[in-house]
Nanobody, 123 residues
Framework: VQLQASGGGLVQPGGSLRLSCAASGFALERYATGWFRQAPGKEREWVSCINGGVPRTYYIDSVKGRFTISRDTAKSTVYLQMNSLKPEDTAVYYC?????????????????WGQGTLVTVSS
């Protein structure tokens, strides 16, 4: 199992970025996949998750209406579209795979993790 996150960068407040998580070694559509983030000096924080099977999506309150998680099974990739970015969104973002189809906010339930991609929101 491998997860490869990409798409981070420097963006001005109010801007957009799309993160990608390329998955290999498992059937992406069968398992829940989530995004976490970790800001400097802070604990890792769950951001969003998409179920395996029927793709229901979940978000932390602070990103609802601004972030959208989606899945392209043909490309075996999960995306996190981030709009209206704020300085407080600055963090290293990680994608991770659950060992179940249902989502969770608890990092200990995620079995496999990709390397992080840095998102910096600053003017």
């Amino acid at each position: 199992v491998q997860l490869q996150a990409s798409g981070g960068g420097l963006v001005q407040p109010g801007g957009s970025l799309r993160l990608s998580c390329a998955a290999s070694g498992f059937a992406l559509e069968r398992y829940a996949t989530g995004w976490f983030r970790q800001a400097p000096g802070k604990e890792r924080e769950w951001v969003s998750c998409i179920n395996g099977g029927v793709p229901r999506t979940y978000y932390i309150d602070s990103v609802k209406g601004r972030f959208t998680i989606s899945r392209d099974t043909a490309k075996s990739t999960v995306y996190l579209q981030m709009n209206s970015l704020k300085p407080e969104d600055t963090a290293v973002y990680y994608c991770a795979k659950l060992f179940t189809a249902g989502c969770s906010t608890q990092p200990e339930r995620y079995r496999d993790w990709g390397q992080g991609t840095l998102v910096t929101v600053s003017s």
